[in-house]
C-alpha cells in the first residue's frame, strides 16, 4: 500500500495553466477509472474537486479538469486564481475495498 | 446543509484507547459508504478504513489493522472509529468522508488525536 507519487510543489501565474501529475501503477490508477482530486486549505477539510477521473461534483468550477493515462493521473487548473492556491491531493480506488492518497502537492499562486 | 462532525478525539498515552464519533446531518448516513482518513501534523492525507452501506463490510490500512475498529449506527445517524494500541505516529487529524462512486464527497472539519506521554 504505497502512497500514489505528486510532485510536492506546482506554481503558474494569474490567469495560466498549470497540471498536477498523479502516478501509481497498474494495480490502482492504471486498473480502475476511479481516481478523484482533492483541494485542502490550510486548517481546513479536503473538498472534492474531481471524480472518476475528469467528472466534476456540482459546483465545481470548470477551469478544474482531470485527465489518465495508462497509471499516471492528471489534474489541471486553467485560469488561475489567488484562490486556488492550497494543497491538492490525488486518491486512487486499488481494489479490495482498499483506497490510496498521494503524498500532495503544494500550487502556489505566483 | 449537509455535514459531518467528528467528536472525541484528545490526549492519550502510547498504548491506550479512544473513541471517535461522526454524526451526519442533512443527508442520511445508510446510503454511503464511509471511511476514516487521516493526516498527521504537517503530511498528506492516509486512507484509514472503510465500512459498508449496513456495516458488515469492513476493511483497514494495514498500519492499523487489528488495533482499529470501524463502525456504524445507521438509526443514530453516526460512523465511529474504535482506535486501540495507540502509538505515537497514530498522531493526527482524523477525517470522516461519505463516499458515493468510490470518491470522498462529503468530509468533516477533523478532530485530532494526540498520542503521547
Known amino acids: 500500500q504505497s502512497a500514489l507519487t505528486q510532485p510536492p510543489s506546482a506554481s503558474g501565474s494569474p490567469g495560466q495553466s498549470v497540471t498536477i501529475s498523479c502516478t501509481g501503477t497498474?494495480?490502482?490508477?492504471?486498473?480502475?477509472?476511479?481516481v478523484s482530486w482533492y483541494q485542502q486549505h490550510p486548517g481546513k477539510a479536503p473538498k472534492l474537486m474531481i471524480y472518476?477521473?475528469?467528472k466534476r461534483p456540482s459546483g465545481v468550477p470548470d477551469r478544474f479538469s482531470g485527465s489518465k493515462s495508462g497509471n499516471t493521473a492528471s489534474l489541471t487548473v486553467s485560469g488561475l486564481q489567488a484562490e486556488d492556491e492550497a494543497d491538492y491531493y490525488c486518491?486512487?480506488?486499488?481494489?479490495?475495498?482498499?483506497?490510496?492518497f498521494g503524498g500532495g502537492t503544494k500550487l502556489t499562486v505566483l | 446543509e449537509v455535514q459531518l462532525v467528528e467528536s472525541g478525539g484528545g490526549l492519550v498515552q502510547p498504548g491506550g484507547s479512544l473513541r471517535l464519533s461522526c454524526a451526519a446531518s442533512?443527508?442520511?448516513?445508510?446510503?454511503?459508504?464511509m471511511h476514516w482518513v487521516r493526516q498527521a501534523p504537517g503530511k498528506g492525507l492516509v486512507w484509514v478504513s472503510r465500512?459498508?452501506?449496513?456495516?458488515?463490510?469492513?476493511t483497514y490500512a494495514d498500519s492499523v489493522k487489528g488495533r482499529f475498529t470501524i463502525s456504524r449506527d445507521n438509526a443514530k445517524n453516526t460512523l465511529y472509529l474504535q482506535l486501540n494500541g495507540l502509538r505515537a505516529e497514530d498522531t493526527a487529524v482524523y477525517f470522516c468522508?461519505?463516499?458515493?462512486?468510490?470518491?470522498?464527497?462529503?468530509w468533516g472539519q477533523g478532530t485530532m488525536v494526540t498520542v503521547s506521554s
Open positions: 468522508a461519505a463516499s458515493d462512486s468510490l470518491a470522498f464527497d462529503i
Open positions: 442533512g443527508f442520511t448516513l445508510s446510503d454511503y459508504w
Open positions: 486518491s486512487s480506488y486499488a481494489g479490495n475495498s482498499n483506497w490510496l
Open positions: 497498474s494495480s490502482d490508477i492504471g486498473g480502475y477509472n476511479y
Open positions: 465500512v459498508n452501506k449496513d456495516g458488515r463490510s469492513t
Open positions: 472518476e477521473v475528469s
